[in-house]
């Protein structure tokens, strides 16, 4: 039986978003309509292109290529054996010019500006800009993409980068086969290149991180293996993360989760209602939602704040 075929863009399936932000058919204005899983994951990917346009078109952020040509890239992002991971590295540094590209978000002064907001979301299909891709098709890109924490960061002073850490693996236009992409392989791997290649870099004095589910895995494994991170990173806001930070973590990460960070769980207690949290990590806290995938936008409207106290109080 031949592989079915679907189209590639929403207007081809039928589909746009309305003012609202809410997917409808274009003929008929009903919202969307199962077909079955296949049809669903081709309008995922639909979807993941329609959120990259809107960041570049409502939050004007640029789309940037990684690696960077001329770099070569080794994966970096393993827990050093002395803090109790495997650092044993045996792959060979790649040259990038040629070979798979993958690439992430960020605005136009991100490199310059004094706060810097880094946003990174889960695991899975969601691609960057995406939070949930469930919410963003049966709900609202208010309640499943990162445009408003995009825009109340950059209405609040911050530059903001948006990770990608879900896209490990491009066509290399050379030889026209899939590979994974070099230093970007992980989504461990990826935040770890973004932060060596531009991060460490930048001039922003306090870095706010929000993080959704494995997100929270992506950051406290940045964290371990870059401990410089810690002196810039000011503030971490995590929505029902999946991490765990165990004794192979050094004591300062350990630390800084449990004075600097904050976990927003899926609970229905009302929102920012202390919740039972592990020693050496985070504090959790109650989401207002009961449900995983809709802690981020529940959460929103106690993130910004807690860290902007964050800010206030950080000195690098």
Request: with cysteine; net charge negative.
């Amino acid at each position: 039986m031949a592989q079915r075929r679907f189209p590639t863009t929403l207007a081809d399936f039928g589909y746009d978003f309305n003012r609202r932000g809410e997917l409808r058919n274009v003929e008929t204005r009903r919202p969307f309509e199962f077909v079955d899983q296949n049809h669903y994951d081709a309008l995922g990917e639909a979807i993941a292109e329609r959120v990259y346009e809107l960041m570049e078109t409502d939050t004007h952020l640029t789309r940037v290529q990684v690696p960077v040509d001329g770099d070569t890239a080794n994966a970096s992002s393993r827990i050093p054996a002395a803090l109790g991971g495997d650092d044993d590295d045996d792959d060979e540094a790649l040259p990038t010019t040629s070979g798979p590209k993958g690439f992430f978000f960020m605005s136009r002064d991100a490199l310059e500006a004094d706060k810097l907001m880094v946003l990174i979301h889960g695991a899975g299909y969601v691609r960057a800009g995406q939070w949930a891709r469930r919410l963003i098709i049966n709900e609202s890109l208010d309640s499943g993409s990162m445009l408003p924490f995009i825009k109340r960061a950059q209405a609040e002073g911050y530059g903001v980068m948006v990770l990608n850490g879900n896209l490990n693996a491009a066509i290399d236009p050379a030889t026209n086969r899939r590979g994974y992409i070099p230093g970007n392989s992980s989504p461990e791997d990826h935040a770890v290149y973004v932060w060596d290649r531009f991060i460490a870099s930048a001039a922003a004095r306090h870095i706010a991180i929000v993080a959704h589910s494995y997100g929270g895995i992506v950051t406290s494994n940045l964290l371990a293996v870059r401990p410089d991170a810690l002196q810039r990173v000011a503030g971490i806001a995590l929505t029902d993360s999946v991490h765990r930070l165990n004794s192979s973590f050094p004591a300062p990460v350990r630390k800084f989760f449990e004075e600097h960070c904050i976990n927003w769980v899926a609970s229905l207690a009302p929102l920012d209602t202390p919740e039972r949290s592990p020693k050496g990590d985070c504090a959790r806290v109650s989401s207002g939602a009961g449900k995983h995938e809709e802690t981020s936008w529940a959460a929103y409207e106690s993130i910004f704040p807690y860290l902007a106290d964050q800010i206030a109080n950080h000195y690098f």
